[in-house]
């Protein structure tokens, strides 16, 4: 098993930008579905973003589409998201994860590893 250690995030006002960075040691982009999650408080984990690992399909949650974009660097074996005109219900602890299964309607599953999660506060 690999692991995912995440960084960035923080505080931003509404319409701001911020970026998730998730560095995936032991996990090939072939092998893996790569995508991030987000939980708000009180609500359920649900999946944000996520890149096929075996097609070139990507998956955004309808709430995010237009805003985020998520991306890689092969070379460096990292994952991020991009998040643009962010809202106050954009705020949720962000996960990144690796899975073993790729779903076009939520993203990873079968979930292998999971970040350690960092929290996104989008408030005035």
């Known amino acids: 098993q690999g692991q995912l250690v995440q960084s960035g995030g923080g505080s931003v006002q509404p319409g701001g930008s911020l970026r998730l960075s998730c560095a995936a040691a032991?996990?090939?982009?072939?092998?893996?579905?790569m995508g991030w999650f987000r939980q708000a408080p009180g609500k359920e984990r649900e999946g944000v973003a996520s890149f096929s690992h075996f097609s070139s399909s990507t998956y955004y949650a309808d709430s995010v589409k237009g805003r985020f974009t998520i991306s890689r660097d092969n070379a460096k074996n990292t994952l991020y998201l991009q998040m643009n005109s962010l809202k106050p219900e954009d705020t949720a602890m962000y996960y990144c994860?690796?899975?073993?299964?790729?779903?076009?309607?939520?993203?990873?599953?079968?979930?292998?590893?999971w970040g350690q999660g960092t929290l996104v506060t989008v408030s005035s």
């Open positions: 032991g996990y090939t982009d072939s092998n893996y579905c």
């Open positions: 994860a690796a899975g073993r299964i790729y779903n076009a309607y939520f993203g990873c599953d079968n979930i292998d590893a």
